[in-house]
């Protein structure tokens, strides 16, 4: 089992920056997962925000935040961050952290993929 705690959230005006993070614990080969960033928004669908591969680290965005977003992970603390910046009062959801562990997927931007999730953070970008 792997346990998911993202931190980071809170309130920020638009144009503002906030980084968030999340800690991956217990049974974990954490180097080896692939990490994502998913949010949803109030009476939205959750949606694919950026992932993060193992090795290499490649990494993936929504359109809607490529060039605002930045997605990275340091493997020896088992955390993967998502920077934030240029925020849009549109970015206001609650953002999850999941970790996709299967060997074989069809795509890391499929939250269907994802087999662990934390319990999420809360962002609200004022206007």
């Known amino acids: 089992q792997v346990q998911l705690v993202e931190s980071g959230g809170g309130l920020v005006q638009a144009g503002g920056s906030l980084r968030l993070s999340c800690a991956a614990s217990g049974r974990t080969f954490f180097s080896s997962y692939i990490m994502g960033w998913f949010r949803q928004a109030p009476g939205k669908e959750r949606e694919f925000v950026a992932s993060?591969?193992?090795?290499?680290?490649?990494?993936n965005y929504s359109p809607s935040v490529k060039g605002r977003f930045t997605i990275s992970r340091d493997n020896a603390k088992n955390t993967v961050s998502l920077q934030m910046n240029s925020l849009k009062p549109e970015d206001t959801a609650v953002y999850y952290c999941?970790?996709?562990?299967?060997?074989?997927?069809?795509?890391?931007?499929?939250?269907?993929?994802?087999?662990?999730w934390g319990q999420g953070t809360q962002v609200t970008v004022s206007s």
């Open positions: 993060i591969e193992s090795i290499p680290t490649n990494t």
């Open positions: 999941a970790a996709l562990t299967r060997r074989y997927y069809s795509s890391n931007q499929d939250q269907n993929m994802y087999n662990y």
